[in-house]
């Protein structure tokens, strides 16, 4: 099965799909971290969200190659987060085609896997063009994902909505 938790920054989602895929197995699924150490402020929110989650999940990070770190794992996952991904995939001059390629082999795995993905498309346009790139592939992906999971749940202040 494959879930999707959608939602705006701070919204919630990262906490609802902990508490979703905890609840829906019975072995300690993997935690795939994506993000990118960057500056302090990421370093800090990576404590956070790992002394969060304590001793529940078996962590792999991987910024880029999450269908090679997860092919060959059978257990279920949750990812987290595909926009801070698609961010990885930018700052590697990676292109959209081998997002959308990535996202497609991921989609194929058999193990239930739920995403986390930031709804970044309800703001105002911006001046900046990597800015307005990344929301492009963002809200590209984020269809990507939500036509083929079973599951997709929007989360505001902390309440998830399932709307598929």
């Not at 959209?96 to 105002?124: P, R």
Request: proline share 2%.
């Amino acid at each position: 099965m494959k879930t999707l938790f959608i939602g705006g920054i701070k919204s919630g989602k990262s906490f609802n799909a902990e508490k979703f895929i905890l609840t829906d197995t019975d072995e300690k699924p993997i935690y795939l971290a994506t993000t990118e150490f960057f500056d302090d402020e990421m370093r800090e929110k990576v404590r956070h969200h790992q002394n969060a989650r304590g001793d529940n999940f078996i962590t792999i990070e991987e910024p880029l190659a999450l269908y090679e770190v997860l092919k060959s794992k059978n257990r279920p996952v949750l990812v987290e987060c595909i926009s801070m991904w698609i961010n990885n995939m930018l700052y590697h001059k990676k292109s959209y085609e081998q997002m959308h390629a990535e996202i497609k082999s991921l989609l194929t795995l058999k193990q239930d896997i739920v995403f986390v993905l930031n709804d970044v498309g309800t703001s105002v346009v911006s001046e900046n063009r990597l800015v307005r790139e990344f929301v492009n592939i963002n809200g590209k992906i984020s269809q990507l994902i939500a036509g083929e999971c079973d599951n997709v749940y929007h989360v505001v202040a902390g309440i998830s909505s399932k709307i598929k």
